[in-house]
């Protein structure tokens, strides 16, 4: 994806599933820009969701946008929660917009969704363990939404 945006990745971080139980981890080495600077981190493994964040319940599904700023400290933001796609019958799939934060690149972001029998806990439950965890890598380009 490409992005008209000032603040924004320049390539691929490589989001996947950390090493430690309810982490994730960039794979790659992260060069991004903010305001027109440059900056780079090196991969990082056991990275943590941000406090705050709401747990997923049963058909509930959700994305967690990954922010980066100029001092290299990783943080989430939640999206609305909305019913997974197997919830309802006739429940039409959406599109979450990709926010903007003047102070930070955005890198990604992690959309986990649960069936009639998962839920998530927030920092605690293994990504793709009792859920569905899909990864999506913004380089460049935050012009598309993400869809679910």
């Not at 440059?38 to 990954?66: E, I, M, R």
């Not at 793709?128 to 679910?148: Q, R, S």
Request: charged share 10%; proline share 2%; with cysteine.
């Amino acid at each position: 994806m490409k992005t008209t945006h000032e603040n924004h990745s320049l390539g691929c971080a490589g989001l996947a599933i950390g090493t430690n139980a309810g982490s994730f981890k960039t794979s790659n080495n992260v060069h991004f820009q903010i305001a027109g600077r440059s900056y780079f981190k090196a991969a990082t493994d056991n990275l943590t969701f941000t406090a705050g964040h709401t747990n997923l319940g049963n058909n509930q599904t959700c994305a967690f946008f990954v922010w980066i700023d100029s001092a290299g400290t990783v943080t989430t933001t939640q999206s609305a929660i909305v019913p997974s796609t197997s919830a309802a019958t006739g429940y039409q799939k959406g599109a979450w917009g990709i926010p903007i934060d003047a102070t930070k690149a955005l890198v990604g972001a992690i959309v986990v969704s649960c069936s009639a029998a998962q839920t998530f806990t927030v920092g605690t439950t293994v990504l793709g363990t009792g859920n569905t965890a899909t990864y999506i890598n913004l380089a460049d380009d935050l012009g598309a939404p993400i869809t679910y």
